[in-house]
């Protein structure tokens, strides 16, 4: 099996302590991750609050990154 | 690596419901299961994403790694069924 996707995107947040918990909870892919807010962060056990608030930032660019993809499609759209 | 998942298992290698949440590091919602009449293997068989969100399971890794799961058992026991 590769290295996982979320123990890249940890490690680029300097996190890499919690891949094993977030597999261990089934946030094992982005799509997942993009959903995280405090209640995931309590069952995956991060208590310091600015690596907390480092994950937080990190999801909400994952969603805005989204977002961009999104209004590129649309602009792509053939014209009618 | 510790990221690799646990190799496959079908229903039958399960013994109870609480042993197959163990297994998966779901053991939390054991209680919840059998307190809910899914209390054995094949009457968790039938639950559906749905069900988990009634039960209480609301975190959205928690669905995945239990859906996965049975989505896992259920192929076993297709294959296992199908003669190749």
């Known amino acids: 099996m590769c290295t996982n996707i979320v123990y890249e995107w940890l490690k680029t947040l300097q996190l890499p302590q919690y891949a094993e918990s977030f597999v261990d909870n089934g946030y094992d892919d982005l799509e997942v991750c993009k959903q995280i807010g405090d209640p995931d962060l309590d069952a995956i056990g991060v208590v310091v609050p600015h690596h907390r608030r480092r994950i937080h930032e990190a999801v909400r660019r994952l969603k805005e990154a989204d977002e961009t993809v999104a209004g590129l499609y649309f602009t792509l759209e053939p014209q009618p | ?67 996965n799961s049975l989505q896992e058992m259920k192929v076993q026991l297709v294959n296992g069924m199908v003669p190749l």
């Open chain 2, 1 to 67: 690596n510790l990221l690799v998942e646990h190799s496959p298992v079908g229903s039958s290698a399960y013994r109870s419901v609480g042993e197959w949440l163990e297994a998966i590091k779901m053991g939390r919602y054991t209680e919840i299961f059998m307190e809910n009449g899914y209390s054995s293997m094949d009457a968790v068989a039938q639950v559906t994403l749905e069900d988990l969100r009634r039960l209480g399971v609301t975190l959205v890794g928690h669905q995945k790694k239990i859906m």
